[in-house]
């Protein structure tokens, strides 16, 4: 609800969505479309952290990981470690997003 929320706020202006949740990210980097202006995801600072969180630029995200990433991507979230859920014995995300963008190249 939160991310769609930031989706339908977008077309109107340049919109930041601050949360703290790897899924927040991976559903924006799905619901982004070229028809919006930009969305910026800001992770909630954590206690007494000196550091100031990262900004994510959610168009640049998606291309930089590219459609068929961003497309896949909640599936390999869920299925292989995800916050609620244990990876799948010896398969990690990183081997997944390999071979998901591997088979979409040839």
């Known amino acids: 609800m939160v991310v769609l929320t930031a989706i339908q706020h977008a077309p109107?202006?340049?919109t930041e969505l601050i949360g703290d949740d790897t899924d927040i990210l991976l559903l924006l980097c799905y619901h982004m479309s070229d028809k919006i202006d930009d969305i910026y995801?800001?992770?909630e600072s954590k206690g007494m952290t000196k550091k100031a969180p990262r900004c994510w630029e959610i168009k640049l995200v998606k291309k930089t990981l590219g459609n068929?990433?961003?497309l896949h991507g909640l599936f390999i979230h869920a299925i292989?470690?995800?916050d609620t859920m244990?990876?799948?014995y010896g398969v990690g995300k990183g081997v997944s997003l390999k071979n998901i963008?591997?088979?979409h190249i040839r």
């Open 80 to 82: 292989l470690s995800c």
């Open 41 to 43: 995801y800001k992770p």
């Open 86 to 88: 244990s990876q799948v």
């Open 12 to 14: 109107a202006a340049t």
């Open 101 to 103: 963008k591997s088979e």
């Open 68 to 70: 068929d990433i961003c």
